[in-house]
């Protein structure tokens, strides 16, 4: 019998502890773990894996920023759901934002992360 496919998730963030604990904690929970630590690296990952079903997206980051490449994306016709994690709330103010399909504020707890990844994941397979 085939292997059920995992679900593949694509974490973008430029700092290395939180791209390592993303990797950990989403791994264990089953899932295929891609990670970028740019927006630009991010993308080249997307045109290589067509079959990302998410991307969880960090708004501060060096070169371009989450919200930026938040706007290729959607540019590029991606259909891919996007959840921006950011430590910054404020960012939900702002119009690019309202681009993704769930913003979190991060925790420590990633407790509303994996919801939200739940939520997008149930919603792209009904």
């Known amino acids: 019998m085939a292997e059920e496919r995992k679900n593949k998730i694509l974490f973008v963030d430029d700092d290395p502890n939180i791209r390592l604990l993303y990797e950990t904690v989403f791994k264990k929970e089953g899932y295929d773990v891609l990670l970028a630590e740019s927006g630009e690296e991010g993308r080249k990952i997307v045109e290589m894996n067509p079959d990302i079903d998410i991307i969880v997206l960090d708004i501060k980051m060096k070169g371009e920023s989450g919200l930026q490449t938040l706007q290729q994306l959607v540019k ?51």
């Open 76 to 126: 590029e016709k991606r259909k891919i759901p996007v959840i921006i994690c950011s430590a910054y709330s404020s960012y939900q103010d702002d119009f690019t934002s309202w681009l993704a399909d769930a913003y979190v504020v991060k925790s420590p707890d990633l407790s509303e992360l994996k919801m939200q990844i739940k939520k997008l994941l149930n919603k792209k397979y009904r």
